[in-house]
């Protein structure tokens, strides 16, 4: 079956402009992922829904960052007026449900630059 | 401030040679998890470990989860050159929202010469 799939998988853009990022997940899993990932880091959390209802937003970074999903498909992550410090690879991960032993399944990411 | 401290950042050891790469956190975690990522792809899940004092092996992977649940290491026996890559231990923490959150390591860059 069909992993998590991320698009684009490049994205340049120029400083100021805003950009969508897509994520589709793994059919019939519930729980869906935003992560980033800045060179030489860890992943550092954003946002994660339930459905399409995002219970913990504490991850993103300014209110120039958002979510949304639609049923327990596809979701998209928005930046406005991207700065270039939001350059990065940004990571979609999706699971059955939500508990500590879920496994999450990563898509490529999208690598966003910020010129 | 890190929450999960991963050592070493880098490694680059000979082929057949052993290492072990450490996870150490002040925080208690409800399971701790190891990825394995290579360039331009997402994460991939190794191995996942709940029970404090816990070891899975996966053929020469051997992962042990600290007995206080703060801490892990993932030992690598004869490391072969189809070991390089990037691994990341994630730990679960409760996040008050009904669910929990994985919070990441910064990785150890794994390289093995043949």
């Known amino acids: 079956g069909a992993g998590v799939s991320q698009s684009p998988s490049n994205k340049v853009t120029e400083k100021g402009k805003d950009v969508e990022l897509r994520c589709d997940p793994i059919?019939?899993?519930?729980?869906l992922y935003w992560y980033r990932q800045r060179l030489g880091q860890g992943l550092e959390f954003l946002i994660y829904?339930?459905?399409?209802?995002?219970?913990?937003k504490s991850g993103l970074p300014s209110d120039r960052f958002s979510a949304e999903r639609t049923g327990e498909s596809v979701s998209t992550l928005t930046i406005q007026r991207t700065q270039q410090e939001d350059s990065a690879v940004y990571l979609c991960?999706?699971?059955?449900?939500?508990?500590?032993?879920?496994?999450?399944?990563f898509g490529p990411g999208t690598r966003l630059t910020v010129l | 401030t890190q929450l999960l401290e991963q050592s070493p950042q880098f490694l680059s050891i000979q082929e057949g040679e052993n290492l072990t790469v450490y996870c150490n956190s002040s925080?208690?975690?409800?399971?701790l998890q190891w990825y394995r990522q290579e360039p331009g792809e997402g994460p991939v899940l190794l191995v996942t470990?709940?029970?404090?004092?816990e070891v899975k092996k996966l053929k020469r992977l051997t992962f042990q989860f600290g007995d206080a649940r703060k801490d892990s290491s993932l030992h690598i026996t004869a490391a072969q050159p189809g070991d390089t890559g990037l691994y990341l231990c994630?730990?679960?923490?409760?996040?008050?929202?009904?669910?929990?959150?994985?919070?990441f390591g910064k990785g150890t860059k794994l390289s093995v010469i043949p």
């Open positions: 829904f339930q459905g399409n209802s995002a219970p913990d």
């Open positions: 991960a999706s699971s059955l449900s939500w508990g500590y032993t879920d496994t999450q399944y």
């Open positions: 925080s208690v975690f409800s399971s």
């Open positions: 994630a730990g679960t923490l409760y996040s008050g929202a009904g669910s929990y959150q994985l919070t």
């Open positions: 470990v709940v029970t404090g004092g």
């Open positions: 059919s019939g899993h519930t729980a």
